[in-house]
């Protein structure tokens, strides 16, 4: 099993740009989440979906969306990318509440 | 905001256990404990999580105070590896708010 997969895993991009992130799981897995984590800070929580076909805003949710496309996946976009948006963004899935997250290995993004 | 209080940062001799303490006064009956670790330039990974009873696995120990107000990590005998940032965080299994918010971590030293 890859477990989850983030691809790309590094992107630069120019003020204004859009982009999407991609995020898959192979486990079956309900809840998928998007965090993002500056340089020496903790993951802040940008959105969340907690079954196909839902999904729900966190912590710091201006400026991106987000698409549930199916069980599998779950894509963040940024229609006009900010320089404050330059952070390493991780996708992590669950299969319930009761059990434990599981997080990709994260997509580094610079905008300039 | 975070629901769970850690220490900055703490500092262990290699081959010696550490404890890693969080504060969650806050918990509700349906909180569990979770913990997870993230090494340098990795994604985090899962560690531990916890109800009510302590808790042990391959990686760990979780102790949790009777009150549930707090808990501790175990490591019972730190290796140079083990020097990561240390995640404690609640996850309710029942409010339909699925909001998994991580705080800033304490980041553990291993001193050779």
């Known amino acids: 099993n890859a477990g989850v997969t983030q691809t790309p895993k590094f992107q630069v991009l120019k003020t204004g740009q859009s982009m999407t992130l991609q995020c898959a799981q192979d486990m079956n897995h309900n809840s998928m989440y998007w965090y993002r984590q500056d340089p020496g800070m903790g993951l802040r929580l940008i959105y969340y979906?907690?079954?196909?076909?839902?999904?729900d805003k966190g912590e710091v949710p201006n400026g991106y969306n987000v698409s549930r496309l199916n069980k599998r996946e779950f894509s963040l976009r940024l229609e006009s990318a900010a320089p404050s948006q330059t952070s390493v963004y991780f996708c992590?899935?669950?299969?319930?509440?009761?059990?434990?997250?599981?997080f990709g290995n994260g997509t580094r993004l610079t905008v300039t | 905001d975070a629901k769970t209080t850690q220490p900055n940062s703490m500092e262990s001799n290699e081959e010696e256990p550490v404890h890693l303490p969080c504060n969650h006064s806050t918990i509700s009956g349906t909180d569990y404990i979770h913990w997870y670790r993230q090494l340098p330039s990795q994604g985090p990974e899962y560690v531990i999580h916890g109800l009510t009873s302590n808790v042990n696995n391959r990686m760990a120990s979780l102790a949790i105070a009777e009150d549930r107000k707090s808990s501790t990590l175990i490591l019972h005998r730190a290796t140079l590896r083990d020097a990561a940032v240390y995640y404690c965080i609640l996850r309710d299994v029942t409010y339909r708010d699925d909001k998994i918010i991580f705080g800033k971590g304490t980041r553990l030293h291993i001193l050779p």
């Open positions: 992590a899935s669950s299969v319930d509440r009761e059990s434990p997250l599981h």
């Open positions: 979906s907690a079954s196909e076909g839902t999904t």
